[in-house]
């Protein structure tokens, strides 16, 4: 059985992971309306990725008999100034789920939960993925530094995520 505290910061990251899933929708729909596909294909791809994740910690509450506590989530931004704009933001919103992710590895070893300490480490793994990702596509941006044949390079780069 969850003790409630853990129980409580787990349902807050389910709202952080279903929220980040929302956030790169309206990522996807920035740049479909920018005519950049590859990029939206990206963001598409990333949005479905962090419905997982929350799914993941959603079972694992009802696995060790804890009640899931789905809360509101926020309308994310919708407007940017460029494709470095949004992946920047997309940069600083992993590093806020790392933090989370951390202070929930550190919550779960205070209160000597093992079991939710091994679960998460998971999650710690796929954070250094998650910034690495979008940290390589930021340097790729400021190289580009906006200049229309890159964009276009690149957007048709990202367009190839998932057919690996």
């Known amino acids: 059985m969850l003790e409630s505290e853990i129980t409580k910061a787990l349902n807050g990251q389910i709202k ?8 790169y929708l309206a990522m996807a729909a920035y740049f479909e309306n920018a005519n950049l596909p590859g990029f939206g294909h990206w963001m598409h791809l990333q949005s479905r990725e962090e419905t997982e994740h929350g799914m993941r910690i959603f079972r694992y509450i009802i696995e060790r008999g804890g009640a899931v ?9 919708k ?21 989370s992710i ?21 999650f710690v793994k796929e954070q250094v ?3 690495a990702n979008a940290d390589a ?14 964009l276009f390079m690149l957007d ?9």
């Open 16 to 23: 952080m992971e279903f929220f980040s899933s929302y956030i």
């Open 69 to 77: 506590d789905l809360q509101g989530l926020d309308t994310p931004p």
């Open 79 to 99: 407007s940017y100034k460029s494709p470095l704009d949004v992946f920047e933001a997309a940069l600083a919103h992993e590093r806020k789920v790392t933090a």
């Open 102 to 122: 951390n202070a929930l590895v550190e919550l779960a070893q205070s209160k000597k939960d093992h079991a939710t300490e091994v679960f998460l480490q998971w």
């Open 129 to 131: 993925e998650e910034e």
């Open 137 to 150: 596509i930021v340097q790729m941006l400021r190289l580009a530094d906006n200049t229309p044949g890159a």
């Open 156 to 164: 048709k780069e990202l367009g190839r995520r998932g057919s690996e």
